[in-house]
C-alpha cells in the first residue's frame, strides 16, 4: 500500500553534492520555489558556491561536513555520479537518488548488466578486467569503443579499436583499469529520456530528446513533435521507466539511447544512465512548463510530480569554450546581442571564468511556435556563434 509522503515545503533547506553547472541550475529552481540552499563543493569558485545560500567548502568525504549538511537540510541530493556513494551513504535517509542507484550509475559494467536484468536491449559487450578476459574477447566486438568501467564523462576515457592489437594498446594506455569494450554499432541518431521518480513509485517523463554529439559531447538537442517515431519515442520512456523502476529510483534519471540503422523501423539500444538531470534536457527551462530541475527539487522534497507539458518547438545549442577562441589566442565574447535579437533565443551562461576549449560554459535554448522556425533561428544563432550547422 502507498503511504502518503511527507513533504519538505518551502523555506526548508536542501542541499547538493557539487557545485557545477548542474548544480547551479538546480539552485535556482529551489530558490525560485522558495527553498535555501547548500552546496557542498571544495572548489571555491564553483559555478553553483557562488549563488547559492551557503557554499561547504569541504571534500566529498569529510565525516564532519556531511554531518553538518545532513543536519542543515531537509534533503539532499547529488549533481554527479561520481560523488562517492559512501558520501550519500551517510546522508541517508535524507540523499535522494540513493548511494545503491548511483553506485550502478558510477560504474559501465554494472549499469550494463542492470539494463539486461531490466530486460532493455544493450550493445553487445564484453567487461575487462584481466588479461585473461582481454584474451577472450570475441572478435564480434571489433571494431569496438574501449570504455573505462568508472569516471568517464564527455567521451573522456574512451578509445575506439578496430583490431585486437589496438584493443591490447588501448587497454595498455587506459592502464589497465577495468573497462567495458563495445561493438561499434551504426547509428541512425541518438536520443535521450529525462524521467522523474518520486519515492511513492509515480512517474512521469519529459518528451523525447533528439541529439547530436560531436566529439563525444553533446552539442545539439531538438525537441519537436515527429522528431522521433512514435514507436520508438514510446519504446525509450518504457525502456527508461523499467530502468528507473529496476533501481527504486527516486529522483530525476536520463536514460541515453542510440538508434540503429533505419530510423524509421530502427532498433532502439540503450546506451547509459545519468543518476541526476542531464545536458539533453536543458531545453525544458523555456520549452516545457515544468523543467528537469523543477523536477529534481520535487523530487528530493516529496512534492507531487505532474506530467511536464512541451508549449514550443525546442533546439538546445551548447555553448563550449571554443567559441571564445573564434578571434585567435586570446579569449573574446562571443556575439550575445547579435544572437539575443534573434526571436526565441534564451542565454544561459554557467558564470565560469576561465573558457577552455571543450569546456562546457552555457547554453542557449531555442524556442519557436513550430519545429522550422526554431530550426531557422537555431541555425542563424549557430553561424553568427561559430558552431557548425547541423
Ligand atoms: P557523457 O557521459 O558525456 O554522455 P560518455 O563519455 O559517458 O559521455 P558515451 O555516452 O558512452 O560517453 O559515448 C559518447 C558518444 O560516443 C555517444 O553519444 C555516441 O555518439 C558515441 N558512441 C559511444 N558508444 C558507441 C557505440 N557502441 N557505437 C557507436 N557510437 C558510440
Ligand atoms: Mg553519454
Redesign the pocket.
Known amino acids: 500500500m502507498k503511504t502518503a509522503l511527507k513533504p519538505v515545503l518551502p523555506g526548508a533547506t536542501l542541499g547538493v553534492l557539487g557545485g557545477g553547472q548542474l548544480a547551479r541550475m538546480w539552485a535556482h529552481e529551489a530558490q525560485r520555489m522558495g527553498y535555501q540552499t547548500v552546496v557542498l563543493d571544495p572548489d571555491a569558485n564553483s559555478p553553483a558556491g557562488w549563488i547559492s545560500h551557503h557554499h561547504l567548502q569541504k571534500d566529498y568525504l569529510d565525516a564532519q561536513t556531511l554531518a553538518q549538511l545532513a543536519q542543515q537540510c531537509q534533503a539532499v541530493t547529488t549533481e554527479f555520479e561520481n560523488v562517492p556513494a559512501d558520501a550519500l551513504e551517510r546522508l541517508s535517509p535524507k540523499a535522494s537518488p540513493a548511494a545503491q542507484a548511483v553506485a550502478v550509475a558510477q560504474d559501465r559494467a554494472r549499469e550494463k548488466a542492470h539494463f539486461v536484468a531490466c530486460g532493455v536491449p544493450v550493445?553487445p559487450h564484453a567487461v575487462i578486467q584481466t588479461p585473461e578476459q582481454l584474451a577472450q574477447v570475441s572478435s564480434d566486438l571489433l571494431p569496438?569503443?574501449l570504455?573505462t568501467a568508472r569516471m568517464?564523462?564527455?567521451?573522456?576515457?574512451?578509445v575506439r579499436v578496430r583490431t585486437r592489437e589496438e584493443l591490447i594498446q588501448a587497454w595498455d594506455a587506459l592502464k589497465r583499469t577495468a573497462c567495458v569494450l563495445?561493438?561499434?554499432?551504426p547509428?541512425a541518431a541518438?536520443c535521450s529520456v529525462i524521467v522523474a521518480r518520486g519515492r511513492d513509485g509515480a512517474m512521469v517523463h519529459l518528451p523525447v530528446q533528439r541529439?547530436l554529439?560531436r566529439d563525444?559531447?553533446?552539442a545539439v538537442t531538438e525537441v519537436s513533435a515527429g522528431n522521433i517515431s512514435p514507436v520508438l519515442a514510446t519504446q525509450a520512456v518504457q525502456a527508461a521507466q523499467a530502468v528507473a523502476q529496476g533501481l527504486d529510483y527516486v529522483g530525476v534519471l536520463c536514460v541515453?539511447f542510440?538508434i540503429l540503422h533505419d530510423e524509421r523501423n530502427g532498433e532502439l539500444v540503450v546506451?547509459?544512465i545519468?543518476p541526476r538531470p542531464h545536458?539533453s534536457g536543458h531545453y525544458s527551462q523555456d520549452a516545457c512548463d515544468v523543467s528537469q530541475f523543477e523536477l529534481q527539487v520535487r523530487c528530493m522534497a516529496d512534492l507531487p510530480l505532474t506530467q511536464p507539458r512541451q508549449h514550443s518547438a525546442a533546439i538546445m545549442l551548447n555553448l563550449l569554450g571554443d567559441l571564445w577562441f573564434t578571434q585567435g589566442e586570446q579569449p573574446s565574447e562571443p556575439a550575445w546581442s547579435q544572437v539575443l535579437a534573434l526571436p526565441g533565443v534564451h542565454l544561459h551562461l554557467y558564470g565560469k571564468t576561465q573558457a577552455r576549449v571543450g569546456r562546457k560554459m552555457g547554453h542557449l535554448n531555442i524556442t519557436a511556435p513550430t519545429p522550422e522556425q526554431a530550426r531557422e533561428t537555431a541555425l542563424k544563432a549557430a553561424a553568427i556563434l561559430g558552431i557548425a550547422p547541423f
Open positions: 550493445a569496438g569503443i570504455k568517464g564523462y564527455d567521451g573522456k576515457g574512451q563495445e561493438k561499434m554499432l547509428l541518438e541529439n554529439h563525444g559531447i553533446l541515453e542510440f546506451n547509459e545519468a545536458n
